[in-house]
């Protein structure tokens, strides 16, 4: 196998998350239904042309960042899930009959597929899952097809194998944000029931947007802003190459006018892309409001981020903290988990399809 969106669990597997800036991995074990416990995770950098759009541009250094990533995890444990980028995979939700037999509705699924799908069908691999009852019929089910090109699901399966793991699973980022939600929502009041809550992540290269009403996507968005963009200034002002600004971000040691002369503005800027992403929410779909707003990506490590974008989008606002139900093996430090754990959602949401 080496791809099913929606396969529900297998044994034991690593989550890794091969994202424009870094390989990050999760590593979960279950102690009860719903409850884990985070036996481990890591982080290698990845220089900045090695996977551009989502697409692994140089495999040498992919597989390079999997093989120090998986060391620095120090597990035995070589089966993985792995995601696509949203960007490389085509989603639709169709109605379909209720009760079918697997195969027609394979057959099924392949002709809705072809209508849609810009490729041959040779070219891609598909698959599909029951979400429930269609709306107000109840001979009918609301099926999602995903399809997604062969070739990009190679590409980050060579880069696996090439590091000595083996993948168990192939899955979509959006997804995994999904599965990693439900960890994130008991942060929210009354978890978020009956709620709107837009999951915002913020990496390097890209913000990504989810909304979840009563633990269903109802909504996703990119939009390019990132990090990278606060890098690239701290660079320029003060003449550091794109690591020793990488560093100086998360460690500090920057001169004094670095605060208000360069956070500040780049903070500004966010809360303005968060406050554009929610604006384009309410306006383009039949929610006109958002309850919550939950900060992901590294870029919600930024202290103070979500206090300035609570006050500028009026919304309740949560830095997400996928671990913060969990026992934490006493291998990690409890304070490095709590800044990087909102960096860590979609490796989290992987690790989860391999426990329960
Ligand atoms: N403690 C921190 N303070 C400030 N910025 C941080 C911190 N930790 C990480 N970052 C920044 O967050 C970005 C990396 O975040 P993340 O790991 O979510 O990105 P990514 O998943 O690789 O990117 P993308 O999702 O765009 O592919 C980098 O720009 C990094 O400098
Ligand atoms: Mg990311």
Known sequence: MKFDFFKETTPHLIGVDISSSAVKMVELSSLAKGKYRLEAYSMS??????????????LD??????KIAWKLLSSREKRSALALPSSAVISKKVIMQ?????????????GEANQYIPFSLDEVNLDFQIIGPATNSPDEVEVIIAAARKEKIEDRVAAAEGAGLKVSVMDVETYATEAAYTLVASQLPNAGKGQTVMIIDIGAQGMHINVMHDDKSVYTREQTFGGAQLTQEIQRRFGLSAEEAEIAKRKGGLPDSYDAEVLQPFVQCLATEVARALQFFTSSTQYNRVDHLVLAGGCAAISGVDILVQEQAQVNTVVANPFHEMTVSNKIKQQQVSIDAPSLLIACGLAMRGVD
Do not use: F, S, T
């Open 45 to 58: 950098p990845l220089p900045k042309d090695a996977i551009v759009d989502g697409n692994v541009m140089n």
């Open 61 to 66: 250094m992919v597989v390079d960042a999997i």
């Open 98 to 110: 209720a009760g079918m037999r697997e195969d027609d509705m394979e057959a099924q699924v392949e």
